[in-house]
């Protein structure tokens, strides 16, 4: 899973969007690539209407947090959080990580926001997943280049426990991507340091302790924009190989992801491969990118339930420059795509008019 967590529905889905006119085409002004909002305030835009059906959906959006006055909704990952919406993302003014969460289910009902880590520049690459019951974060601490974890201590996140740095080693901790795995919280993320892609695993279901963590790959500068989910019963990550410019993919040989098996490229068709959303669409992995070379939007599902061999990428999106901050769910029995429209500074979605997205709409 990604920062932007795959789930499926069948019903109302929501997305995370920022609505400010002004604001939303410096999206690529932010800190790092990773950042889908520059704005002063994070808004939570919801599509009231079933999205199987595609464009032209009825969006609103309400303000979940406006800040101090300075600019807040960085780097968002949104779950359900005890059956409402739930948001964890970076408070650029503050330097903080946050969490807020609604109190209707369908996002309709007034926001909650809590701080959660103050301890110097945090926040940054949060992933939002639900741990044992209760809401839990994976995220980067600017300040000592550390990967940190928390989790709160009751259902809705309305209080908090002590924040881990989960790995220590100098220059780790972005593109964070939280996950369960075999029943305990799991990360991948980007060690900057060595340019190599790392997975770390707890070793209890809440994450109060955890292993030590792994390289999965130090073949060049690799693990950028990582998306970890459990493929076939075992762990697998999606990610981007900077030193080549390909989108590569690896999967664990076990369930707890103690021993992984040797990365595998996908697309090597020029520069390719960043803003990876990893997701299982119709029993086999699928992963949705961008190409930076031509700036399109890109899809491509393995053939078989493992994701040892893979099907032919195909461009679902070329009009202008399209395709950055990908987040792939599985709608109404269909894969699903929102991305970004650099040319036109907006949100844009596409869905697949089949369960395996051999063709798109």
Known sequence: M?????KSFSGSVS??????????RNLLSGNSPRCAVFSRCLALALVVSTLAASFGQTVTTAIADRGSGGSTGLYTSQAIVNGTPAVAYYNNTDTNLMFARNSAADGSGTWSVTTVDTIGTVGQYPSLVVVNGNPAISYFDQTNGHLKYVRATDASGTAWGTPLTVDSASGVGQYTSLAVVNGNPAISYNDFTNGDLKFV???DASGTAWATPLTLDSTGTVGQYTSLAVVNGDPAISYFDASNGDLKYVRAT???????GTPLTLDSAGLVGSDTSLAVVNGNPAISYYDLTNGDLKYVRATDAS??????????????TVGQYTSLAVVN?????????????????VRATDASGSAWG
């Not at 997305?15 to 939303?24: F, Q």
């Open 2 to 6: 990604r920062s932007s967590h795959q």
């Open 15 to 24: 997305i995370l969007l920022e609505r400010s006119a002004s604001n939303r």
């Open 201 to 203: 695993r707890a070793t």
């Open 254 to 260: 076990d369930a707890s992801g103690s021993a992984w």
């Open 307 to 320: 994701g040892s061999t893979w099907g032919s990428p195909l461009i679902l999106d070329s009009t202008g």
């Open 333 to 349: 029995g269909n894969p699903a795509i929102s991305y970004f429209d650099n040319t036109n500074g907006d949100l844009k979605y």
